[in-house]
């Protein structure tokens, strides 16, 4: 019984070794391979212009804060301009009275 159990490995070993032999196997392996190697490249590209958009829309993002900043920034100057105005004038109207 070992014998026969012994026959059928070796069979199937040489089964394995035949088919891993062929040509379309091998050719079929090769294209696998260039496939994957292909898909894997498509992936880090698509991954990097994923990353690409996330950073310019965070770009954007910014970018409109500091415009919203600088509007702020703006605003308070113009006010400040208006109060030191309106201050002088009261200095200068009191210094005539």
């Given at each position: 019984m070992a014998e026969t159990e012994n026959h059928r490995k070796s069979s199937l070993a040489?089964?394995?070794r035949t088919v891993l032999s062929d040509d379309r196997l091998k050719q079929a392996a090769a294209v696998s391979k260039t496939?994957?190697?292909r898909a894997e490249e498509a992936s880090r590209t698509v991954s990097r212009k994923v990353a690409q958009e996330d950073a310019w829309d965070e770009l954007r993002g910014d970018a409109e804060l500091l415009t919203e900043i600088a509007r702020a920034h703006q605003a308070m100057i113009i006010d400040l301009v208006d109060r030191v105005a309106e201050l002088e004038a009261r200095a200068g109207g009191?210094?005539?009275s």
């Open positions: 040489n089964k394995a496939v994957a190697v009191g210094d005539g």
